[in-house]
């Protein structure tokens, strides 16, 4: 899809989809805004961001595009998409890497981003501390993660929140699906509250502090060590 639009941009559409939300037809060129047109909580990330930069998960390359073009900082931009890596390169991000992050080893970033609910790749509750105990393993003294994502909480009715046990499926855990040119795909993917993100964090080893909270229950966390 980036790569569709980036070559004959015009007004196309992803359908995205979870387990618990109706279909929801998103522009392509949403994934290539300008600083100007991103959300506050990403331009916030984007201005803390610091030294040398791991921008992971980073689609088109919007994120890294204007931390190099500031031209004080060293960006790497992850993806495991190779479609995503190749617009991202053909737009003139400079160091791109095609490859998951579990596969990613080499470290010492003073600022990791995870950004349009990047927590998502943890893809379950479970999995969450062993991805920031891996992410701690990339990052330099006194480096930092800054991360977004959304709690699904206003979804749901408080009694059934109250219900929810530990040994049940986390309320956050959903299945998402995206659709273009008739071509689609569903994975598991996360969306984990603060104080359940800070109770990971800090059992890490990790300092975490709210940044910047926003309507929906989205907001931005750094954690450093």
Known sequence: ALED??????NQKLTTWTNLTEEDQVPLSYFFRSFEDMPVIEKKALELARGKILDVGCGSGSHSLYLQN??????????????AISVAKKRGVTNVI???????????FDTILLLMNGMGIGNTLE?????????????APNGSILVDSSD???????????LWKEDEIYYGE???GIEFNKESEEFPWLYIDPKRLEEIATNCGFKFTVIEERENYDYLAQLKF
């Open 70 to 83: 500031k031209g004080s900082m060293e960006v790497t931009a992850l993806d495991i998409s190779m479609g």
């Open 174 to 176: 959903v299945s998402f």
């Open 5 to 10: 639009y980036f070559l004959n941009p015009k």
């Open 152 to 162: 699904l909480i206003y979804l749901f009715d408080e009694e059934d929140i109250t």
């Open 98 to 108: 095609c490859k998951s992050i579990w596969d990613f080893k080499d470290g010492n």
């Open 127 to 139: 999995e969450v501390p062993r991805l920031l105990n891996h992410l701690k393993t990339l990052l």
